[in-house]
């Protein structure tokens, strides 16, 4: 089992940052590739970004790719997502979740992660 608290969410202008964070408890953190996901309101959920396990390894949605980062800290059992230059168009609500290591290459795909947290809302300002 491995638990999940987004923390970081808030309020800024178009052309700001945020950063999120996901801190992790339970079973080995470094041995879970990781993922944001996002659900604006009235969409589906969508995939944001991705991270393998020792943090070799990201992959992006080309909605994102050059504005969002995504990284970890396998130390501090805690992943981020770095947000720059916001749009009104990023406003959602921000999901990380935990992918076992045999679904690695199904980063993409909601049902590849077996673990979720809560959410934190990002709520950008045109």
């Known amino acids: 089992q491995v638990q999940l608290v987004e923390s970081g969410g808030g309020l800024v202008q178009a052309g700001g940052s945020l950063r999120l964070s996901c801190a992790a408890s339970?079973?080995?953190?470094?041995?879970?590739?990781m993922g944001w996901f996002r659900q604006a309101p009235g969409k589906e959920r969508e995939f944001v970004a991705a991270?393998?396990?020792?943090?070799?390894?990201?992959n992006y949605a080309d909605s994102v790719k050059g504005r969002l980062t995504i990284s970890r800290d396998n130390a501090k059992n805690t992943l981020y997502l770095l947000m720059d230059s916001l749009k009104f168009e990023d406003t959602a609500v921000y999901y990380c979740?935990?992918?076992?290591?045999?679904?690695?290459?199904?980063?993409?795909?909601?049902?590849?992660?077996?673990?979720w947290g809560q959410g934190t809302q990002v709520t950008v300002s045109s």
């Open positions: 979740a935990a992918r076992p290591a045999y679904n690695s290459g199904r980063y993409y795909f909601e049902n590849a992660y077996a673990y």
């Open positions: 339970g079973r080995t953190f470094s041995a879970y590739g």
């Open positions: 991270i393998s396990g020792s943090g070799g390894s990201t």
